[in-house]
C-alpha cells in the first residue's frame, strides 16, 4: 500500500537517460541540529563544510527555533526541524534536545563538533546493507524517483522524504550570542517533506518538481524516527 502527497504523480515508464543520482554505494546521511543562536555551533557549522565535500556524505543543516528567544531569530530556522530533533530524543528515549547535534543515519548521535568521532560514526555506517534501490533522474517534467527493494525490509511502513537545501548561505548576526559575527553556513534545509509511505511490496515510481536552485535529496526511513535506510541526492 502507498500513499503520495498532493505534489507526487505515479510514474508507469521506464526512467529515461537524464542526469542521475544512482543506487550504487548510496551516501551516509550526517543530521546537524543547530542555530545562528548557539554560541556553541560555529565549530559544528565549519565541520559541515568538510562533510559537504564528501561524495560518501550527505550532510544536511537543520536550524531549530528554540534558541530564537535569545535575541536573535535564527532566518533558517523552522519548528518542523525542532520537532524532528525531539522525534529523534524520543526515540532514543532522552528527554532533551541540545545544539549543536549530529545524527548519523537516522540512529546515532555523535559529538557534532569532534571530526574524529564524526567520521569514526560515518565509517560505521558504511559497512551495512542497502535493502533499497533508490534512484533520482532530472528531466524537464521534474525529479522522477524510483525506490525498489533489493533485501529484507523492516516491517511496517516506510516514509520516502524529500529534502531541498541551499548549499551554501552567509549571514551577518547582529544580535544574540554570535552578535557582530558573518556565519557561512552549509547544505541549509529549507523544505522537508514527505512524499510517500512505502510498504516495499511494489516498486514506487513517482516525480516531484526540480528544485530550482536548490539542491534535492531523497530519504527512505523508518516511521517513528527511526533508521534511514537509504538515500540520494540529486548531482
Known amino acids: 500500500m502507498m500513499r503520495f502527497a498532493a505534489l507526487a504523480?505515479?510514474?508507469c515508464l521506464a526512467m529515461p537517460a537524464a542526469i542521475r543520482a544512482e543506487e550504487v554505494d548510496q551516501p551516509v546521511v550526517v543530521e546537524l541540529f543547530t542555530s545562528q543562536g548557539c554560541a556553541s555551533?560555529?565549530?559544528a557549522d565549519a565541520?559541515?563544510?568538510k562533510l559537504v565535500e564528501r561524495e560518501d556524505v550527505l550532510a544536511l543543516a537543520f536550524h531549530v527555533d528554540y534558541w530564537d528567544y535569545i535575541g536573535w531569530k535564527d532566518v533558517f530556522a523552522d519548528p518542523t526541524y525542532t520537532q524532528r530533533q525531539k522525534d529523534y530524543a524520543r526515540a532514543m528515549g532522552r528527554n532533551m534536545v541540545h545544539t549543536?547535534?549530529?545524527i548519523v543515519m537516522g540512529q546515532e548521535d555523535v559529538h557534532a563538533a569532534?571530526?574524529?568521532k564524526v567520521g569514526d560514526a560515518i565509517k560505521r555506517h558504511q559497512t551495512g546493507a542497502q535493502p533499497v534501490a533508490l534512484d533520482l533522474t532530472a528531466t524537464a517534467a521534474g525529479v522522477e524517483i524510483s525506490?525498489?527493494?533489493?533485501?529484507?525490509?523492516?516491517?511496517?511502513?516506510?516514509?520516502?522524504?524529500?529534502?531541498?537545501?541551499?548549499?551554501?548561505r552567509r549571514v551577518s548576526i547582529s544580535r544574540g550570542e554570535l552578535a557582530g559575527r558573518t556565519?557561512?553556513?552549509a547544505n541549509i534545509v529549507e523544505d522537508w517533506q514527505q512524499i510517500a509511505e512505502w510498504d516495499g511490496q511494489e516498486d514506487l515510481n513517482l516525480t516531484v518538481p526540480l528544485p530550482g536552485d536548490q539542491s534535492l535529496a531523497v530519504l527512505v526511513q523508518e516511521a517513528g524516527s527511526g533508521p534511514i535506510i537509504a538515500a540520494a541526492q540529486l548531482k
Not at 149 to 165: H, Q, S
Open 9 to 11: 504523480s505515479v510514474l
Open 100 to 102: 549543536p547535534q549530529m
Open 183 to 185: 556565519m557561512a553556513y
Open 47 to 49: 565541520l559541515m563544510h
Open 41 to 43: 555551533c560555529p565549530p
Open 147 to 168: 525506490v525498489q527493494a533489493r533485501g529484507a525490509l523492516p516491517k511496517g511502513a516506510l516514509r520516502v522524504d524529500v529534502v531541498r537545501f541551499t548549499p551554501l
Open 114 to 116: 569532534d571530526p574524529l
